[in-house]
């Protein structure tokens, strides 16, 4: 089976192709180089690792306070001067 490259660099994979495997729109295809051509796959190993345990920590102190420890203080943001309006 054969397929084009459009100019916007996309292509059609075949009906047959996109039935066996399941490829619906949306689909996360990745393409791995090999000697011998490119290999399609379908998808990745499902959700990222990050955003398996997303939401899971549970901290004793609020972020910034860690932060805050790590790294030492955070330097305090200089003051806006004041301009003195006159009244004539």
């Known amino acids: 089976m054969k397929s084009t490259i459009s100019a916007k660099g996309q292509i059609t ?4 192709i996109r039935d066996k495997l399941g ?4 689909t996360v295809v990745r393409f791995d180089l090999r000697e011998d051509g ?10 990222h690792p990050v ?19 790590m790294r030492g203080p955070r330097p305090v ?3 806006a001067r004041r301009t003195r309006t006159t009244k004539r």
Do not use: Y
């Not at 994979?13 to 047959?16: L, R, W």
């Not at 955003?51 to 420890?69: A, C, H, I, N, Y």
């Open 13 to 16: 994979v075949p009906v047959e």
């Open 38 to 47: 490119v290999l399609l796959r379908k998808g990745g190993s499902g959700a």
């Open 23 to 26: 490829l619906a729109p949306g």
């Open 51 to 69: 955003d398996q345990v997303f939401g899971r920590l549970r901290l004793t102190k609020p972020v910034d306070v860690l932060l805050d420890e």
């Open 77 to 79: 943001a200089p003051r």
